[in-house]
């Protein structure tokens, strides 16, 4: 596996060259967890060779001396940890040959132009991209969330939902096949590929829940629509029209889900269920189960333990 490291995850929103100040060391450092997370759960599941900065020799280059180096003796010691377990990644990564010919991309320039990443890193990238494609190996990159670039906060009412906008890269050159080059920032993005659209929160067949989170198909086209605003909130949309929505206060350990199909809402007896959460705490039951339900519907409830698959 080959795995692209973008170079917003060594940046921060309010940067200055005088020093880095906490909340930016902070911002950092939750990238990097993320990031070495990825690289230990595509080791959990026997991928090929990771390759942290590969292709042209130039990216992972330009990537130690521009952002990495100047970074490392301001951050603090938690910081600078996560950075070296990603640089011996880098140091041992294997380079491949450099690309000839000429090559299309897809997405590519919308994440890493000038206004989205600022520092040229266009042309490297985009030579470690083609590179990878004339390789034939799968390749991954792991990206920073940065709002306006690749999401869009959606929250309102009190209801938070973050849409993903960018989750694939694809290049094309001649002597290889299109490459498809997941975008991932979590490592239940590669136990859960469509996650990297949505909350990574909502249960997954994968999860082994009861009452999954049904993803649309081509979930991953930025064309595909993944929300919509449902009893006056953002909501998730599934492949059977179900609504996920973030509770408003506090009940951060499970989605209220706003059901559509009428034979479901007639088996079960309710047309809106609150649903176990993903990273609930044991306590509060197993994820993509009934996690309560409220005083006033129990009398209505017919199937206390509703099941549905994908």
């Not at 990878?132 to 959606?154: F, H, K, W, Y």
Request: charged share 20%.
């Amino acid at each position: 596996m080959l795995v692209i490291l973008d170079p917003e995850l060594f940046r921060a929103a309010g940067l200055g060259g005088a020093g880095i100040g906490q909340q930016a060391d902070l911002q950092i450092r939750g990238r990097l967890l993320l990031a070495n997370s990825v690289l230990r759960a595509l080791d959990g599941v026997s991928l090929p060779e990771i390759v942290a900065g590969v292709g042209a020799p130039a990216l992972w280059e330009k990537l130690y001396r521009e952002r990495i180096r100047p970074l490392r003796a301001g951050v603090q010691r938690e910081t600078r940890i996560e950075i070296d377990r990603l640089v011996e990644r880098g140091r041992t990564g294997r380079c491949l040959e450099r690309p000839v010919g000429t090559a299309r991309y897809y997405g590519v320039e919308r994440m890493f132009n000038e206004t989205a990443s600022p520092g040229g890193w266009l042309p490297a990238i985009e030579q470690a991209l083609a590179a990878c494609a004339l390789s034939t190996e799968p390749a991954c990159a792991i990206m920073a969330r940065v709002q306006g670039r690749n999401v869009v906060d959606r929250s309102s009412n009190g209801v938070a939902l973050v849409e993903v906008t960018q989750c694939r890269l694809y290049v094309q050159i001649r002597g290889a096949r299109q490459l498809d080059i997941a975008c991932v920032s979590r490592a239940r993005h590669i136990s859960v590929p469509w996650t990297a659209r949505f909350d990574v929160g909502l249960p997954a067949t994968e999860d082994g829940a009861r009452c999954p989170f049904c993803p649309p198909a081509a979930w991953w086209k930025r064309v595909t629509q993944t929300w919509k605003t449902h009893a006056a909130r953002p909501c998730w949309m599934d492949a059977h029209g179900n609504a996920w929505a973030r509770p408003r206060a506090g009940g951060e350990y499970h989605w209220d889900v706003y059901l559509t199909d009428q034979n479901r809402i007639q088996s079960i007896g309710l047309d809106q269920l609150n649903i176990t959460s993903v990273g609930a705490p044991p306590s509060e039951g197993v994820p993509g189960s009934l996690h309560h339900v409220p005083a006033d519907k129990r009398a209505a409830l017919k199937n206390p333990n509703p099941r549905w698959r994908c």
